[in-house]
């Protein structure tokens, strides 16, 4: 069976009557998404925040009404997919282009869940190239400074024409092939003029729900107790 499937369906449960929820964007929150129907359709009560056009127009599609962000305080809980998580729980996130608006959701949500197959664990991140969302003015420079750097950047194209954002940006995206330190490296990179924002989510994910084979596991972010 789909590992990404059994991992989508199984996330669905976490969502209760009358929460505020976030929905990601890519191949894997689709599957969420069709189930998540059939709740709704059953009669769970939700209102939902999308990270993205293509998210909305499947959530739509599907019967799933779509609120805005700024008509909430606060969301209960975000079910987004990842591109690669390591032992800490690190992910890589940005396959869809939508990494932006992700953080932003993900940022202002009380618990965020991710949902991924077996592929998608490893040991470092670094391995899927690091997507990174730039402005449109002065890119072709930006890149030249990041290949001086080692970061190997190239435009993500659609056919043979360079990928709009939401956003109207591009994504760059970076073969670091390991990325040891990905807090600091997403702190590095901010700090060149013309970059939005990263595909490094780091210290943000609660739960990740794995599809392994045709079964679930469920790693939780171990949470340390701090003196007072």
Same mark, same amino acid.
Request: net charge neutral.
């Given at each position: =069976?789909?590992?990404?499937?059994?991992?989508?369906?199984?996330?669905?449960?976490?969502?209760?009557?009358? =929460?505020?929820?976030?929905?990601?964007?890519?191949?894997?929150?689709?599957? =969420?998404?069709?189930?998540?129907?059939?709740?709704?359709?059953?009669?769970?009560?939700?209102?939902?925040?999308?990270?993205?056009?293509? #998210?909305?127009?499947?959530?739509?599609?599907?019967?799933?009404?779509?609120?805005?962000?700024?008509?909430?305080? @606060?969301?209960?809980?975000? %079910?987004?997919?990842?591109?690669?998580?390591? @032992?800490?729980?690190?992910?890589?996130?940005?396959?869809?282009?939508?990494?932006?608006?992700? &953080?932003?959701?993900?940022?202002?949500?009380?618990?965020?869940?991710?949902?991924?197959?077996?592929? &998608?664990? +490893? &040991?470092?991140?670094?391995?899927? *190239?690091? *997507?990174?969302?730039?402005?449109?003015?002065?890119?072709?420079?930006?890149?030249? &400074?990041?290949?001086?750097?080692?970061?190997?950047?190239?435009?993500?194209? /659609?056919?043979? /024409?360079?990928? %709009?954002?939401?956003?109207?940006?591009?994504?760059?995206?970076?073969? =670091?092939?390991?990325?040891?330190?990905?807090?600091?490296?997403?702190?590095?990179?901010?700090?060149?003029?013309?970059?939005?924002? #990263?595909?490094?989510?780091?210290?943000? +994910?609660?739960? +990740? %729900? #794995?599809?392994?084979?045709?079964?679930?596991?469920? /790693?939780?972010?171990?949470? @340390?107790?701090? *003196?007072?």
């Amino acid at each position: =069976m789909n590992e990404k499937k059994i991992a989508a369906e199984y996330a669905v449960d976490y969502i209760e009557d009358g =929460m505020i929820v976030g929905l990601g964007t890519g191949s894997t929150v689709s599957f =969420m998404l069709n189930k998540l129907s059939q709740r709704i359709k059953g009669g769970l009560n939700i209102t939902a925040i999308s990270s993205s056009a293509a #998210t909305t127009k499947l959530a739509s599609s599907l019967g799933i009404k779509i609120s805005m962000l700024s008509d909430v305080d @606060e969301i209960d809980l975000t %079910i987004d997919g990842a591109d690669e998580v390591d @032992e800490n729980l690190n992910g890589i996130k940005g396959g869809g282009g939508a990494l932006l608006y992700e &953080k932003i959701i993900a940022s202002n949500s009380k618990k965020n869940i991710w949902i991924v197959d077996s592929t &998608k664990l +490893v &040991k470092t991140l670094g391995k899927c *190239p690091l *997507p990174v969302e730039i402005v449109q003015f002065g890119s072709t420079h930006l890149c030249v &400074k990041l290949e001086s750097k080692g970061y190997k950047p190239t435009f993500r194209l /659609t056919g043979t /024409t360079r990928f %709009i954002t939401d956003n109207n940006n591009y994504i760059v995206d970076l073969k =670091m092939e390991k990325i040891e330190k990905p807090v600091d490296l997403d702190t590095k990179l901010k700090s060149y003029a013309g970059i939005v924002e #990263t595909g490094l989510f780091c210290n943000v +994910v609660d739960t +990740v %729900i #794995t599809g392994v084979g045709n079964k679930v596991e469920v /790693t939780n972010k171990k949470r @340390e107790n701090k *003196p007072y």
